[in-house]
């Protein structure tokens, strides 16, 4: 009996370790993630024969050898997941209990037919059409999940498969097997596929909020675009009114500069001239940049600092095609500036300033930002990130710009020195 427990955790073992290597976007080369997970394979294994073969009959050994492969099970998760983070946490946890699925197959086939290779040969075939289900159905989900920043903290769903492989275990292990209580079958089926329906409605809900965020910003970033637009439609008919005045007074000015020649009054010549190269420049509709979507913004967020009282320097080469997508570079763009001018409305009038550069091409894109910062900045250990200091609902911006910086595959730096914040984004194409 030994011998078939040894093999059918054996049998788990690489089952798990296959749904941590699909499910987790990975840290290292292909070559290395696999050596780690077949170093776990070993180590879990190791700890069966110790558990099964040299202590079978003691409970305190069961006990420390379940937490020990629980910490070696999570450690492979997180050590080779390009983010560790709580979302991490989640998924190594529910593989725990996705294998747990074929470890009690292989039981219930075993106690109804007294044949151990059916029962290894039942325990495999579930195993594989799980992993399978899992790949086809909640892999994809899944990664779009793992990769956005914005979806939300993990922790309080880590909760889910932690009660769930509680439940597992005391009803098919502790404190009687199902060997020793085979009424406990039906239960134990019953709760597995509740595990297998809740598990596919949490990531339905996770992936319908992922979108609902993904279209709030793209609806803040639309309605950014058309203020935009309305202000430089606005500032076009006022252009244009006030040079149809011009246009009618060129005349009158026209005459007057006759007369002021005849006169040899040339001071009051250069100032009425002075006075229309005044009128034409007021009456001037700013271009910042090629990108019609990025223009649009930009105007928008030069009259958000002209209401602050902050000044805006921006040098920009931005042409109208882009390698990337305009709508989200542009609200890229917005987010950083809103952070900036956020930072120095406090101030006084001579810190209110934020320098800009934003290139790109066909290469790469470049977008620097700097501005004043008194109040102290606390930056996230993972990202590197600054952390916002105003709730859960706050921050959303920068998690966005990070997003967009690890689709684009680009690199982020920031870093806050004498009183100045700097922040830059960079991806070579």
């Not at 296959?18 to 776990?40: D, E, M, P, Q, W």
């Not at 279209?215 to 935009?228: C, D, S």
């Not at 009128?279 to 958000?304: G, P, R, T």
Request: with cysteine; proline share 2%.
């Amino acid at each position: 009996m030994e011998y078939f427990k040894n093999i059918s955790y054996m049998i788990s073992h690489v089952f798990l370790m296959a749904f941590i290597y699909l499910f987790v976007t990975h840290r290292y080369s292909r070559a290395k993630t696999l050596g780690i997970c077949a170093a776990s394979f070993m180590a879990l294994n190791l700890l069966d024969c110790v558990r099964l073969n040299i202590f079978p009959d003691s409970n305190w050994c069961g006990f420390l050898v379940t937490i020990l492969q629980i910490l070696v099970t999570q450690s492979t998760g997180l050590f080779i997941a390009a983010k560790r983070e709580s979302k991490v946490l989640f998924m190594v946890l529910s593989s725990s209990n996705y294998v747990i699925a074929g470890s009690i197959a292989a039981s219930v086939i075993h106690i109804y037919t007294k044949n151990a290779i059916l029962a290894l040969g039942g325990s495999i075939m579930l195993h594989f059409v799980i992993l399978c289900l899992l790949t086809v159905r909640l892999r994809k989900i899944w990664l779009k999940c793992y990769e956005r920043q914005y979806a939300g903290n993990w922790w309080e769903l880590c909760l889910i498969p932690v009660f769930f492989y509680c439940g597992f275990f005391c009803i098919a292990v502790f404190p009687h097997t199902l060997d020793e209580y085979p009424d406990n079958i039906p239960g134990t089926i019953i709760f597995m596929l509740t595990m297998f329906v809740s598990y596919v409605v949490v990531m339905r809900y996770v992936e319908s909020e992922s979108k609902r965020s993904e279209i709030y910003w793209k609806n803040q970033t639309f309605q950014a675009y058309i203020k935009g637009l309305e202000n430089q439609y606005y500032l076009v008919e006022q252009s244009e009114k006030n040079l149809k005045i011009l246009r009618h007074d060129m005349r009158h000015y026209s005459g007057m500069i006759d007369s002021l020649l005849d006169q040899e009054e040339y001071d009051e010549i250069r100032k009425i001239t002075m006075h229309i190269n005044d009128v034409a420049d007021e009456n001037k509709v700013v271009k910042y940049c090629d990108n019609l979507i990025v223009n649009a913004i930009l105007s928008q967020m030069i009259e958000s600092a002209d209401a602050c009282g902050a000044k805006v320097c921006l040098e920009l080469d931005i042409p109208r095609q882009l390698p990337v997508n305009q709508y989200e570079l542009a609200s890229v763009i917005a987010n950083l500036l809103e952070n900036a001018l956020n930072c120095v409305e406090k101030l006084g009038v001579d810190k209110r300033y934020v320098r800009g550069k934003v290139h790109c091409n066909r290469e790469y894109l470049l977008v620097h930002m700097e501005n004043e910062c008194e109040e102290k900045i606390i930056f996230n250990p993972d990202s590197g990130l600054p952390r916002s200091q105003n709730g859960a609902d706050h921050g959303l911006g920068m998690k966005s710009v990070s997003a967009f910086s690890e689709k684009i595959g680009g690199n982020i730096g920031c870093y806050c020195e004498e009183g100045i914040f700097q922040i830059t984004l960079f991806a070579k194409f």
